[in-house]
C-alpha cells in the first residue's frame, strides 16, 4: 500500500485527514479516557511537518484539540460541523495566513443543548449508558450497557427526538448520534478544506483520509474527485467503500511516519539536485 500511494503521490500536495477514535487513539469503554500516545503525537506532527493535516471528528472540537494539542493542525469537530484552521502553516497549503473557520450548524446551538439535557434526564437510570455533549450535535454512548437494556435505550432517544424534526439520529460504534438535519458531513468539511488549501478544482493534490467507519462519506468524496486514498482502521473485513485497510493506531503511526521520512528524504534529494547544478 505505501508504495501504491508514494507513487500515486509523487509531485502531488498530499493532504492528510484523520479520524480521531479509533484511528489516534485506541477504541476505550470511557470516552474522556480516549487519550493518544507521545509517540503517536510525534507521528501526527511529523505529517503536519510536510502536509496540511486535519482532525475530522465526530467529538467536539474543544475536545478533540485536548486530546491531540497540536496547534498546527485543521481541526474539524462536532461531524465537521466546527472547523478551524491553524493561523500560520507553512507546509503544502497554496492559500495561507488566512485563518479558517467556519461553523455551518450554529443556529442548532441551543437546540442540541436543550437535546442533550432533556437526553441526561431520559438515559440517567439506564445503567451504562452515558451521553456527551460535542456542541453541535451529542452522543448517547452504550458501549457499557447491558445488550438487554439497548431497546429501552433507543426508545427513550426515539421519544425525544419525536420533538425535534429538525434533528436526525446515526448510529456510530455503540454510539447513537443526534445531529442536525442539515446537508453537512465529514465529507462536506473535507471538501471545505481542500477548497481552503486552494485546491478545489486541483489536479495536484493527494487528499487521504484514514477513519473508522466503514461505510464513510470521507471515502466517497475522494472517490468522487478521483482523488487520493481512503484508508480504514479495522482489525476485520468489512464492506466498505475506503481502498485500503490498516488494522489499528499502532499501523496508522507506523504510516504517517513512513510518509513523512518520504517526503523528506524525496526533498532533501530534491535540494542535492539543484544543488549540484547550481
Ligand atoms: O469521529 P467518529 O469516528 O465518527 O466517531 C464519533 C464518536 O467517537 C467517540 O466515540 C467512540 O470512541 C469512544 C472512545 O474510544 C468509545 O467509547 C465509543 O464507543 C465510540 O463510539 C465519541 O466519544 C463520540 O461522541 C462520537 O460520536
Not at 500516545?37 to 510536510?50: F, G, H, I, N, T
Not at 483520509?209 to 468522487?224: A, E, F, K, T
Amino acid at each position: 500500500m505505501f508504495a501504491i500511494i508514494t507513487n500515486a503521490a509523487k509531485g502531488k500536495q498530499i493532504v492528510m485527514f484523520l479520524d480521531y477514535d479509533g484511528t489516534l487513539s485506541p477504541i476505550v469503554e470511557d470516552p474522556d479516557r480516549a487519550f493518544m500516545s507521545s509517540q503517536m503525537r510525534e507521528a501526527v506532527r511529523d505529517s503536519a511537518k510536510y502536509f496540511p493535516t486535519a482532525i475530522v471528528s465526530g467529538r467536539s472540537r474543544d475536545k478533540v484539540y485536548n486530546f491531540v494539542k497540536l496547534p498546527e493542525l485543521y481541526y474539524a469537530g462536532s461531524h465537521g460541523m466546527d472547523i478551524k484552521g491553524p493561523s500560520n502553516s507553512h507546509n503544502g497549503a497554496k492559500k495561507d495566513n488566512k485563518e479558517i473557520m467556519f461553523q455551518p450548524a450554529s443556529e442548532f446551538l441551543s437546540m442540541i443543548d436543550e437535546v442533550y439535557k432533556a437526553l441526561l434526564h431520559k438515559t440517567k437510570s439506564i445503567p451504562g449508558a452515558k451521553m456527551e455533549s460535542n456542541k453541535f450535535c451529542c452522543s448517547v454512548h452504550y458501549r457499557c450497557v447491558d445488550e438487554k437494556w439497548w431497546g429501552v435505550l433507543a426508545e427513550q432517544v426515539r421519544i425525544v427526538l419525536n420533538e425535534y424534526p429538525k434533528l436526525k439520529l446515526t448510529q456510530g460504534r455503540k454510539v447513537l448520534e443526534i445531529r442536525p438535519i442539515i446537508k453537512w458531513d465529514k465529507g462536506k468539511a473535507i471538501e471545505f478544506l481542500l477548497e481552503s488549501l486552494g485546491f478545489a478544482s486541483s489536479n495536484d493534490v493527494f487528499p487521504i483520509y484514514i477513519g473508522g467507519r466503514p461505510s464513510n462519506v470521507n471515502y466517497q468524496v475522494l472517490r468522487d474527485r478521483g482523488q487520493g486514498v481512503g484508508i480504514l482502521v479495522t482489525k476485520m473485513p468489512k464492506d466498505t467503500n475506503a481502498r485500503y485497510t490498516l488494522q489499528d493506531p499502532f499501523e496508522v503511526m507506523e504510516i504517517l511516519r513512513r510518509l513523512a521520512e518520504w517526503k523528506q528524504s524525496s526533498s532533501n534529494t530534491a535540494q542535492r539536485t539543484m544543488g549540484f547544478w547550481r
